[in-house]
Structures are given as C-alpha cells and as structure tokens.
Nanobody, 121 residues
Framework: QVQVAESGGGLEQTGGSLRLSCVAS????????MGWYRQAPGKQRELVGH???????NYADSVKGRFTISRDSAKNTVYLQMNSLKPEDTAVYYC???????????????WGQGTQVTVAS
C-alpha cells in the first residue's frame, strides 16, 4: 500500500510565497518521477512541473521563473517552491509519484488528494 500526501497550501497575497511538500509513503521499493499538477475552478487539471530521479525538471510556461521543484529521494519527498504568486495560481495542487512497490515490480502512478492554494489579489 502506498500513500501520497500534500501539505503546505493556504492563503497568500499576490507577490508572496508558499512551499508545498509531498511525501510518498508505504511499501515503496523506489520512487522515480514525481510531479505537481493543479486544477483551477472550471478548468482541467494541468501540469505544473515534474522532476526525474536524476533531478531534471520541466515546468509549464505559466510558472517558469517563479516556481521551483526539488526532491529528497531518500525521503520520497518532492517540494514545490512558489514565489511571486499571482491570483491565477489559485488552484488545488496535486502531487503524484511514480513508484515501484516492494510487492510489485511494475511502475505505478500514485496521486495525492490535493491541497488548496489561494492567492488574493
């Protein structure tokens, strides 16, 4: 059994910063790619960015230069540092992790339940 849990969301002002954390736990043999997605009201879920096991990252154009993804693979944890926040960043932010479990050698994607980020204008 694998669980993915986000934390760190909340209310912030325009121009402020938030740091989201996501921890994968349970019967994990190894964690590969970990990523962040978001879904704003009335919109489809979109990729924010992700990070490979080797540390390579990519980002949506809307967050480049403002958001930074990092990870601590030993802790199965990924972070999203959000700077220069804008009202359009308001969304539910979801974390996922590509995991190989101790009981199944197949890679599988697990999702967290999401954390709300609200940026006041």
């Amino acid at each position: 059994q694998v669980q993915v849990a986000e934390s760190g969301g909340g209310l912030e002002q325009t121009g402020g910063s938030l740091r989201l954390s996501c921890v994968a736990s349970g019967s994990i043999f190894s964690t590969n790619v970990m990523g962040w997605y978001r879904q704003a009201p009335g919109k489809q879920r979109e990729l924010v960015g992700h990070i490979t096991s080797g540390g390579a990252t990519n980002y949506a154009d809307s967050v480049k230069g403002r958001f930074t993804i990092s990870r601590d693979s030993a802790k199965n944890t990924v972070y999203l540092q959000m700077n220069s926040l804008k009202p359009e960043d308001t969304a539910v932010y979801y974390c996922n992790a590509v995991v190989r479990t101790t009981y199944n050698s197949v890679l599988y994607v697990y999702w967290g339940q999401g954390t709300q980020v609200t940026v006041a204008s």
